[in-house]
């Protein structure tokens, strides 16, 4: 999704920017994240694929003291039990719809061999807001600004 809608809008993807690790290893995740904050311009905010990837890296920027939101937003993927315990921003999908149209498409392959295989199908998904995410702090670079007197 990250490199499919900067390449729609125009803009390179920054391959330095993705980072993989096993769910739920905390010592990949802190790897990961110290590859992020090692960058020139590390990011404002980090995107995992999984809730419980979401709350290692939580865990790795709180111990290396990153205020999260305050510095660096988190939003997991899937909207699981752990996002609801950690106040995760993440995105829910619908496993029971996942699931009935994977069943649909599976009775079509069969009552019909020849159906196509290609089927392409997007399902809606929805972000629950929660703790994690804040807007971007100002750039480490710009002046402080003062109002005009009036």
Do not use: C, M
């Not at 709350?55 to 997991?76: E, K, M, N, Y």
């Not at 972000?127 to 710009?142: F, K, L, W």
């Amino acid at each position: 999704g990250y490199r499919q809608a900067l390449t729609e809008a125009g803009i390179p993807p920054d391959e330095d920017l993705v980072v993989a690790t096993p769910a739920g290893d905390k010592r990949g995740a802190a790897e990961a994240v110290g590859r992020l904050l090692g960058l020139r311009e590390p990011p404002t905010a980090v995107f995992a694929e999984q809730d419980e990837v979401a709350v290692a890296v939580i865990w790795t920027l709180r111990a290396t003291r990153i205020d999260v939101p305050g510095q660096v937003s988190v939003v997991g993927f899937d909207d699981q039990p752990v996002a609801q315990w950690f106040d995760l921003t993440t995105v829910a999908q619908s496993p029971s719809r996942i699931g009935r149209e994977a069943g649909e498409l599976a009775l079509s392959l069969i009552n019909d061999p020849g159906a196509d295989r290609e089927r392409h199908l997007v399902l809606p998904t929805q972000v629950i807001p929660r703790a994690t995410t804040a807007p971007p702090p100002a750039p480490r670079s710009a002046p402080d600004r003062q109002l005009p007197p009036d």
